[in-house]
């Protein structure tokens, strides 16, 4: 559209909101339930679900971590827990009722109406589980119903694996940021993923079909992939 002026614009934003930051309450669904992140009831189990990745393997492209002992961890978690932004949660898987990972609201900007999803440190007991995905639905979820117009996944250009993640729980990609940051003296490129709340509908009826117990045969397997759903509405999308 054009202003008065002759001048194309942006579309007016009505009746929308700046919305509120996130809260204490619990992310709660069948596989497992996010929660505030908290040294003592959490750290000692989160330690010990990382030290199953023996090679330390997840903390490549994050800014912390390994640790060498617990008293580190624990000092990290200490820190984490006061932070605001990110906002921290532990995600307690309820096949064990223990905390196996942990994920966090970050860049939070009401006044933009976006969000990011990150910090994300999925221990070997929690990858590649079905609570794992159920943890980034419930994330998703939370924002855009707190009123959020964007929901943003930034990761390192050279991980692949959470390139792969973007785009299987439907993320579009949008760019990569060259030289964005320095990462335990490496250069970072950094790649955009991004959702918006006009997408929302669509996505969340497909996380609610991938997620339906009839989905799944008695020994847990998915018997249609989540990736298989988001990129058949990706192309769908795209050709539109």
Same mark, same amino acid.
């Given at each position: 559209?054009?202003n #008065?002026?002759g001048?194309e614009?942006?579309?007016?934003v009505i009746g929308?909101?700046?919305?509120?930051?996130? #809260?204490? $309450?619990?992310l709660?669904?069948?596989?497992?339930?996010? =929660?505030?992140?908290d040294? @003592?009831?959490h750290?000692r189990?989160?330690?010990?679900?990382?030290?199953?990745?023996r =090679?330390g393997?997840?903390?490549?492209?994050l800014?912390h971590g390994? +640790?060498?002992?617990?008293?580190g961890?624990?000092?990290?978690?200490?820190?984490?827990?006061?932070?605001?932004d990110?906002?921290?949660? %532990?995600?307690?898987?309820?096949?064990?009722g223990?905390?196996?990972?942990? /994920?966090?609201y970050?860049?939070?900007n009401?006044?933009? *109406?976006?969000?990011e999803?990150g910090?994300?440190v999925f221990?070997?007991?929690?990858q590649?589980?079905?609570?794992a995905?159920?943890?980034?639905?419930?994330m998703?979820?939370?924002? +855009?119903?707190?009123?959020?117009? $964007?929901? @943003?996944?930034?990761?390192d250009?050279?991980?692949? %694996?959470?390139?792969?993640?973007?785009l299987r729980l439907? +993320?579009?990609y @949008?760019g990569?940021?060259?030289?964005? /940051?320095?990462i335990? *003296?490496?250069?970072?490129d950094?790649?955009?993923?991004?959702?918006?709340?006009d @997408?929302?509908?669509?996505?969340s009826?497909? +996380?609610a079909?991938w997620? #339906?117990?009839?989905?799944?045969d008695d020994?847990?397997?998915?018997r249609?992939?989540l990736s298989?759903?988001?990129?058949?509405?990706?192309?769908?999308?795209?050709?539109?």
């Open positions: 559209m054009r #008065d002026l001048q614009v942006g579309l007016p929308w909101r700046p919305p509120a930051r996130p #809260d204490d $309450r619990a709660n669904g069948r596989w497992c339930t996010l =929660e505030r992140l040294g @003592e009831r750290a189990a989160l330690y010990d679900a990382n030290a199953h990745d =090679e393997r997840m903390w490549t492209y800014p390994p +640790f060498a002992d617990f008293s961890y624990q000092a990290w978690i200490r820190n984490a827990c006061n932070s605001t990110p906002w921290f949660y %532990a995600i307690v898987d309820h096949a064990t223990r905390a196996a990972g942990i /994920a966090a970050l860049r939070i009401p006044e933009a *109406g976006s969000i999803v910090a994300l221990s070997p007991l929690l590649r589980r079905r609570a995905t159920e943890a980034m639905m419930l998703m979820a939370r924002a +855009f119903a707190l009123g959020y117009r $964007r929901y @943003e996944w930034k990761c250009a050279l991980n692949q %694996a959470s390139r792969n993640a973007a439907g +993320f579009r @949008e990569t940021f060259r030289k964005a /940051a320095v335990k *003296g490496r250069n970072r950094t790649a955009w993923y991004a959702i918006t709340d @997408e929302w509908p669509a996505l009826q497909i +996380f079909r997620a #339906d117990p009839a989905n799944f020994a847990g397997r998915q249609v992939a298989a759903l988001t990129g058949a509405w990706r192309a769908h999308r795209e050709a539109s």
